[in-house]
């Protein structure tokens, strides 16, 4: 299932980076402004770098210092990474991860175009997968995200990544999308709903959890108390939680047509634009501020971090359910009880135990 999650993601947002969408377009800057970009920030970056897919501005909060080396998380059009290059200086560098080659393209455009057309000397993208880093470790200051993370099938290998490739005391500022309750059944289980940034999302106490098991201190996960039907209401935004918008006149700055769709510009036939038409009915059946957020997440890597540590870390801050069965070796029981009839050491609890 998850190779088929991560085909969907990339297709969807493959075809995002090429709808020319851009703050151009009056609802695409509003989202942006919407989640917290200020008009001066968007008109000191190429306009193409910004497509509507935030939802937040981990710029912002990520307090970034001249001379700094911080990586952006699913980078998309270098939105937060030329900002971002802005704060950290020539003396700096911002990278940009996205696993999407279309992204990339675009990125390396904006980049070659961007800073007044001369060019950003302090910043690269590369083509990965942001649960495999091309980067070595201990080599970066910052690490930003920008609703990415959410998409992501294996969220505690994103974390251990994140925490490998930050020097000790490095820190990390995310916005993203996280679970205030548990989805509906049929909106957590459609797979339109994950590219859309919302099935995909866990709870906010596992967000805590799975960073505290991967070696990181300080951590906090905020609700920004931001309203994500902003996405439906903005026309001419294609990304997160919303349904598609279909351009009208590639020149024009005017509002599109609504298509029911999810991360993707173009008009749809057959069975992908029932998954479409499905999403968005259920969209229209559930409001999704009552079911998520979008939160502000920080943590500080722990000074004293190794990977047998961070593993350590991760099974004593794990949330379990009701084990039925054996763990795995080397994992531990949930609980005493557990720990008692499978005759190994418990481990302490970050959240709720259900024990059998």
Do not use: W
């Not at 379990?320 to 994992?331: F, L, R």
């Amino acid at each position: 299932m998850s190779k088929k999650i991560e085909q969907a993601v990339r297709s969807k947002y493959g075809s995002v980076a090429v709808s020319n969408l851009s703050s151009n377009n009056d609802g695409v800057r509003a989202v942006a402004e919407a989640f917290g970009y200020t008009q001066e920030e968007l008109s000191s970056i190429p306009a193409e770098a910004n497509m509507g897919l935030s939802c937040g501005n981990p710029t912002a909060t990520a307090h970034l210092r001249e001379g700094e080396t911080v990586v952006d998380l699913g980078s998309g059009g270098g939105l937060d990474v030329f900002l971002a290059a802005q704060q950290v200086g020539a003396s700096g560098k911002a990278i940009g991860i996205d696993m999407t080659p279309e992204m990339i393209n675009l990125a390396r455009r904006n980049a070659a175009q961007g800073n007044g057309g001369k060019g950003y000397s302090n910043v690269e993208f590369h083509l990965a997968t942001i649960d495999n880093l091309p980067l070595p470790d201990n080599s970066v200051d910052c690490v930003i995200s920008n609703c990415v993370i959410n998409l992501a099938t294996d969220k505690e290998a994103v974390f251990r990544e994140i925490a490998r490739v930050l020097k000790p005391g490095g820190r990390l500022a995310v916005s993203d999308i996280a679970l205030k309750r548990e989805l509906p059944a049929e909106l957590g289980n459609d797979l339109m709903a994950y590219v859309g940034c919302i099935a995909g999302a866990i709870p906010i106490e596992d967000y805590k959890s799975g960073l505290l098991g991967a070696g990181f201190s300080g951590v906090e996960v905020i609700d920004a108390g931001s309203d994500l039907n902003a996405y439906a209401k903005v026309e001419n935004q294609a990304g997160c939680c919303s349904p598609a918008m279909t351009q009208i006149g590639s020149a024009s700055k005017s509002l599109p047509t609504l298509d029911s769709g999810c991360c993707t510009p173009e008009p749809l036939s057959g069975a992908d634009k029932e998954l479409h038409a499905d999403l968005a009915e259920l969209l229209r059946r559930y409001n999704v501020n009552d079911y998520a957020a979008s939160v502000r997440v920080f943590a500080v890597k722990n000074s004293t971090y190794t990977a047998e540590s961070a593993e350590q870390n991760r099974l004593e801050n794990v949330s379990c359910g009701c084990q039925t069965a054996p763990p795995k070796a080397g994992e531990p029981a949930c609980c005493e009880t557990q720990a008692a009839k499978f005759g190994i050491a418990s481990i302490k609890q970050s959240g709720t135990t259900n024990c059998c």
